[in-house]
């Protein structure tokens, strides 16, 4: 099974394209965009409607004279297969190709039983949940692409995970050719706090048809990474590792032995396992009643245990979750002086569940960094990064499937 779009013109492609990313919504528009004439662009606007890939869409305000007419892309023509692969679950979807959810799943699965189990039952999962999303929807749609999301440097060359810390035998291995030997479509990989970033701009207004351009976005999980945009673009460095924070040296941390072998690291300090970590030590030597008691009742801890420890005034717990924001915040700042985004974005189960989490960032990054990289700077707490995970895999898979017919 192939994706589709191959089989339609390249020119037809393009002018969709435009209208699918909002840089062009009227004839006037995409002639400017693509230095075609006005009638040849409405040939192809016909023929992109008739591909089912456009609809009329009402029309845009007047400058003068009549209205000119707008589209939309037809979202709902396809469907995306999306994974999340994470430390101890697995987050399938089936998606149209804006990314919204028509079927999904999640399930319980360690990522250390290495990448062939893990892709195998992710196939397995997805045939059954695009079937399910087909019959849903009334019909017959085909599936376009997939896209992987994976909690390490991925080679965007070759797709391929590059010296992952926390996922052992996935290294170099070959997740593009595996999916698309066992998916029969395109395959499309990158690193999770990246696709989450590409789901969250796609949520934001345009505004001229340009989405705010220059952002941070940060995952507080069980590990710490963050997703650079710049200039509406996602920056991932020359090998992939743009964003990596959660393994930079904390000052007076180097007794702190972090999971990647190393002493000191971010995630060590600040991440959710070491919250866990230290959460499991305050529960059994009694320094935390709340966690004691959430211990006693289920036999294990989460982070929603310490948020909601938070909630009821656990001293342990506030501080655990103020060490945390403080170190987050004090990386934040130095990133915030030397990229100076428009906005950051706080994702994860502490800084959106937790007020005080998100104050305490906030605090120390307007305090630490350059006035002037701060003074229209927002910090913000995510809706739900699983979500923005979802819908930006989906969009990297459709974003390089244009990009590879109308660029070529």
């Given at each position: 099974?192939?994706?589709?779009?191959?089989?339609?013109?390249?020119?037809?492609?393009t002018?969709?394209?435009?209208?699918?990313?909002?840089?062009?919504?009227?004839?006037?528009?995409?002639?400017?965009?693509?230095?075609?004439?006005?009638?040849?662009?409405?040939?192809l606007?016909?023929?992109?409607?008739?591909?089912?890939l456009?609809?009329?869409?009402?029309?845009?305000?007047?400058?003068g004279?009549?209205?000119p007419?707008?589209?939309?892309?037809?979202?709902?023509?396809?469907?995306?297969?999306?994974?999340?692969?994470?430390?101890?679950?697995?987050?399938?979807?089936?998606?149209?190709?804006?990314?919204?959810?028509?079927a999904?799943?999640?399930?319980d699965?360690?990522?250390t039983?290495?990448p062939?189990?893990?892709?195998?039952?992710?196939?397995?999962?997805?045939?059954?949940?695009?079937?399910?999303?087909?019959?849903q929807?009334?019909?017959?749609?085909?599936?376009?692409?997939?896209?992987?999301?994976?909690?390490?440097?991925?080679?965007?060359v070759?797709?391929?995970?590059?010296?992952?810390?926390?996922?052992?035998?996935w290294?170099?291995?070959?997740?593009?050719?595996?999916l698309?030997?066992?998916?029969?479509?395109?395959?499309?990989?990158?690193n999770?706090?990246?696709?989450?970033?590409?789901?969250?701009?796609?949520?934001?207004?345009?505004?001229h048809?340009?989405?705010?351009?220059?952002?941070?976005?940060?995952?507080?999980?069980?590990?710490?990474?963050?997703?650079?945009?710049?200039?509406?673009?996602?920056?991932r460095?020359?090998?992939?590792a743009?964003?990596?924070?959660?393994?930079?040296?904390?000052?007076d941390?180097?007794?702190?032995?972090?999971?990647?072998?190393?002493?000191?690291?971010?995630?060590?300090?600040?991440g959710?396992?070491?919250?866990?970590?230290?959460?499991?030590?305050?529960?059994?030597e009694?320094?935390?009643?709340?966690?004691?008691?959430?211990?006693?009742?289920?036999g294990?801890?989460?982070?929603?245990?310490?948020?909601?420890?938070?909630?009821?005034?656990?001293?342990?717990?506030v501080?655990?979750?103020?060490?945390?924001?403080?170190?987050?915040?004090?990386?934040?700042?130095?990133?915030?002086?030397?990229?100076?985004?428009?906005?950051?974005?706080?994702?994860?189960p502490?800084?959106q569940?937790?007020?005080?989490?998100?104050?305490?960032?906030?605090?120390?990054?307007?305090?630490?960094?350059?006035?002037?990289?701060?003074?229209?700077?927002?910090?913000?707490?995510?809706?739900?990064?699983?979500?923005d995970e979802?819908?930006?895999?989906?969009?990297?898979?459709?974003?390089?499937?244009?990009?590879?017919?109308?660029?070529?």
């Amino acid at each position: 099974m192939a994706s589709p779009i191959p089989r339609i013109d390249r020119d037809v492609l393009t002018v969709a394209n435009l209208i699918r990313t909002s840089r062009a919504g009227t004839r006037q528009e995409l002639a400017q965009s693509t230095g075609m004439g006005r009638n040849t662009v409405s040939t192809l606007i016909q023929a992109a409607i008739e591909a089912r890939l456009l609809v009329p869409d009402g029309s845009a305000p007047s400058t003068g004279g009549r209205a000119p007419a707008t589209w939309r892309f037809r979202h709902e023509s396809g469907l995306i297969l999306v994974i999340g692969v994470h430390s101890t679950t697995l987050r399938l979807a089936v998606t149209d190709l804006a990314g919204t959810p028509l079927a999904q799943d999640l399930i319980d699965w360690p990522i250390t039983r290495g990448p062939e189990d893990t892709l195998a039952e992710a196939s397995r999962r997805l045939t059954g949940l695009a079937r399910q999303a087909t019959e849903q929807h009334g019909e017959d749609l085909e599936v376009w692409g997939a896209g992987v999301s994976l909690p390490g440097p991925i080679n965007q060359v070759t797709g391929r995970p590059t010296a992952p810390p926390i996922m052992p035998g996935w290294d170099g291995y070959d997740v593009v050719g595996s999916l698309e030997a066992t998916l029969g479509v395109p395959v499309v990989v990158d690193n999770d706090v990246n696709t989450m970033l590409l789901g969250y701009a796609a949520t934001l207004p345009d505004q001229h048809h340009r989405r705010p351009g220059d952002m941070l976005y940060v995952q507080i999980g069980t590990g710490i990474g963050a997703g650079l945009m710049s200039t509406g673009h996602v920056h991932r460095g020359a090998d992939g590792a743009a964003g990596d924070i959660g393994h930079v040296r904390v000052v007076d941390a180097d007794n702190v032995v972090c999971r990647c072998g190393r002493t000191g690291c971010l995630e060590a300090v600040a991440g959710g396992w070491a919250l866990l970590r230290d959460a499991r030590r305050a529960a059994a030597e009694g320094l935390s009643p709340h966690l004691r008691a959430c211990l006693e009742e289920t036999g294990t801890l989460t982070i929603e245990d310490i948020v909601s420890g938070v909630s009821a005034g656990d001293t342990e717990c506030v501080t655990l979750m103020v060490r945390s924001a403080t170190a987050v915040g004090d990386a934040l700042a130095m990133l915030v002086s030397f990229f100076n985004p428009g906005r950051v974005v706080l994702a994860g189960p502490m800084p959106q569940g937790c007020p005080l989490f998100l104050s305490v960032a906030r605090r120390l990054v307007s305090e630490r960094a350059l006035a002037l990289a701060t003074s229209g700077l927002e910090v913000v707490a995510a809706e739900s990064g699983f979500e923005d995970e979802k819908r930006g895999a989906a969009l990297l898979a459709v974003n390089a499937l244009f990009e590879a017919v109308t660029e070529s």
